[in-house]
């Protein structure tokens, strides 16, 4: 079972509204991710949680704020976000288990939240 | 510096042709993962295929296959008797470092009925 699920699949949102994206995984993997994806281009990393620690943040603005409460949930908290913040956030999550690198690892991705900021 | 290209923005291709899908890369590691994702219409990425780089050989699973060239830093995908649920954006990517998945541009396929 590969699944991560992510909620909402759409979410419309004013500029100064607060709103969260969440995502779940029961694969047992211990790093997640969060990606951006506008129209027409490849996803864009934005944070990645290893063993509920944040490890990389790919210089996001802060109006962005991951939470990673545990090893399956994985948040994306929203606040006053723009307009060009549209676009399709994926999460995704991969194996890694502590002590053992491997650069190989697959990341499997859920089906997405579609964001619109008005 | 890292790279993938897919130099094939979009495809188009009636139903039952045979397609092939290039992706070429650029690393000076010597350990690297290749990937190919499909992005349905829906939004999710599937996995399709890992290639570690010291395995060269082709890889065949139903009608996707997928040929993998050192030589020519190329991992082109071939999908035989297209089908029109094959539809979709196709991502080729390049795994060097633990975390970080660098992913080319995209390959729009659609097949026509």
């Known amino acids: 079972d590969t699944e991560v699920t992510q909620t909402p699949k759409h979410l419309v949102m004013g500029m100064t509204n607060k709103k969260s994206l969440k995502c779940e995984q029961h694969?047992?993997?211990?790093?997640m991710y969060w990606y951006k994806q506008k129209a027409k281009k490849p996803p864009e990393l934005m944070f990645v949680?290893?063993?509920?620690?944040?490890?990389i943040n790919e210089s996001v603005p802060s109006r962005f704020s991951p939470e990673c409460p545990n090893s399956s949930l994985l948040n994306l908290h929203l606040h006053a976000l723009q307009p060009e913040d549209s676009a399709l956030y994926l999460c995704?999550?991969?194996?890694?288990?502590?002590?053992?690198?491997?650069?190989?690892?697959?990341?499997?991705f859920g089906p997405g939240t579609r964001l619109l900021v008005l | 510096a890292q790279k993938v290209t897919q130099a094939q923005t979009e495809i188009s291709v009636v139903e039952k042709e045979d397609v092939t899908l290039d992706c070429v890369y650029e690393?000076?590691?010597?350990?690297?993962?290749l990937f190919w994702y499909k992005q349905p219409p829906s939004g999710e990425l599937v996995f399709l295929i890992r290639?570690?780089?010291?395995?060269?050989q082709n890889e065949i699973s139903g009608r996707y296959s997928w040929n993998f060239q050192k030589s020519t830093s190329s991992f082109n995908f071939t999908i035989t008797a297209s089908q029109v649920v094959d539809s979709a954006v196709y991502f080729c990517?390049?795994?060097?470092?633990?975390?970080?998945?660098?992913f080319g541009p995209g390959t729009s396929l659609s097949v026509i009925p």
């Open positions: 949680y290893s063993y509920e620690k944040l490890s």
């Open positions: 990517a390049l795994k060097t470092s633990y975390d970080k998945v660098i």
């Open positions: 690393t000076r590691d010597t350990t690297y993962y």
């Open positions: 995704a999550s991969s194996r890694s288990p502590k002590g053992y690198h491997f650069k190989g690892e697959t990341q499997y």
């Open positions: 290639r570690n780089s010291f395995d060269e």
């Open positions: 694969m047992g993997h211990r790093a």
